[in-house]
Nanobody, 119 residues
């Protein structure tokens, strides 16, 4: 059974940094695009950043220049380096990936990790 497990959230002060990780496990043949989304209280889930299997990246305008997405294909892991964080970055962050397992290809979500930016 394929799973995505995210980690690295927590409380950080404005202007600080945080690194999120998300690892895929199970019988995996290949992974396509991997990304991070976030959902703040009372708001819809939104795309933060995505990285393709070839390494191309795309970011939400609100995080460009502050966040960096990367992936380690040998570890089936995607990262989100968050720098110069702001209170408006407070949200639950979810990882997402297109994964081809032994018998099928599906889109998977991680369980979510809370990021709180506050002094």
């Amino acid at each position: 059974q394929v799973q995505l497990v995210g980690s690295g959230g927590g409380l950080v002060q404005p202007g600080g940094s945080l690194r999120l990780s998300c690892a895929a496990s199970g019988i995996i043949k290949s992974i396509g695009a991997m990304g991070w989304y976030r959902q703040a209280p009372g708001k819809e889930r939104e795309l933060v950043a995505v990285v393709t299997s070839s390494g191309m990246t795309n970011y939400a305008d609100s995080v460009k220049g502050r966040f960096t997405i990367s992936r380690d294909n040998s570890r089936n892991t995607v990262y989100l380096q968050m720098n110069s964080v702001k209170p408006e970055d407070t949200a639950i962050y979810y990882c997402n990936a297109d994964i081809r397992s032994l018998y099928s290809r599906n889109n998977y979500w991680g369980q979510g990790t809370q990021v709180t930016v506050s002094s």
